[in-house]
């Protein structure tokens, strides 16, 4: 099982695309600084550098504000879970389990993610 606790800012797929004055679309440098960080979190969390070949369960607690919708972040962590070379894609997390968690104003928002291989349901 590999563990990992990310603290900082979270920002969703929401925020992913910016526009400029010109039209043209880019990804955003908050976003990509996030997923960064994450991959960073969840590289460090691997120092035996293991990739799951096999399905997946992934755990994911979010510590974030009572607005805030966790399904615009589940697709940053899964895609840090790929580039973390934990998993090959992220098509292998079969069981996925998010609980989300109010923070108390003024605290940074907070991400664990657990990572196994799946139960075969037997």
């Given at each position: 099982m590999i563990t990992a606790k990310w603290i900082g800012k979270a920002y969703g797929i929401n925020r992913r695309l910016e526009t400029t004055k010109y039209g043209?679309?880019?990804?955003?440098?908050?976003y990509k600084g996030f997923k960064r960080g994450l991959e960073w979190?969840?590289?460090?969390?691997?120092?035996?550098?293991?990739t799951y070949k096999c399905p997946v369960?992934?755990?994911?607690?979010?510590?974030?504000?009572?607005?805030?919708d966790i399904d615009s972040l589940t697709k940053p962590v899964l895609d840090a879970l790929q580039n973390a070379n934990?998993?090959?894609?992220?098509?292998?997390?079969?069981?996925?389990?998010?609980?989300?968690?109010?923070?108390?104003?003024?605290?940074?928002d907070e991400i664990e993610i657990r990572v196994?291989?799946?139960?075969?349901g037997r």
């Amino acid at each position: 099982m590999i563990t990992a606790k990310w603290i900082g800012k979270a920002y969703g797929i929401n925020r992913r695309l910016e526009t400029t004055k010109y039209g043209h679309i880019y990804s955003s440098r908050v976003y990509k600084g996030f997923k960064r960080g994450l991959e960073w979190v969840l590289y460090g969390a691997n120092p035996q550098h293991l990739t799951y070949k096999c399905p997946v369960r992934v755990d994911i607690d979010y510590t974030i504000s009572r607005q805030r919708d966790i399904d615009s972040l589940t697709k940053p962590v899964l895609d840090a879970l790929q580039n973390a070379n934990i998993i090959l894609n992220d098509s292998m997390a079969v069981d996925l389990r998010q609980r989300k968690h109010i923070k108390k104003r003024g605290e940074l928002d907070e991400i664990e993610i657990r990572v196994q291989e799946a139960d075969d349901g037997r």
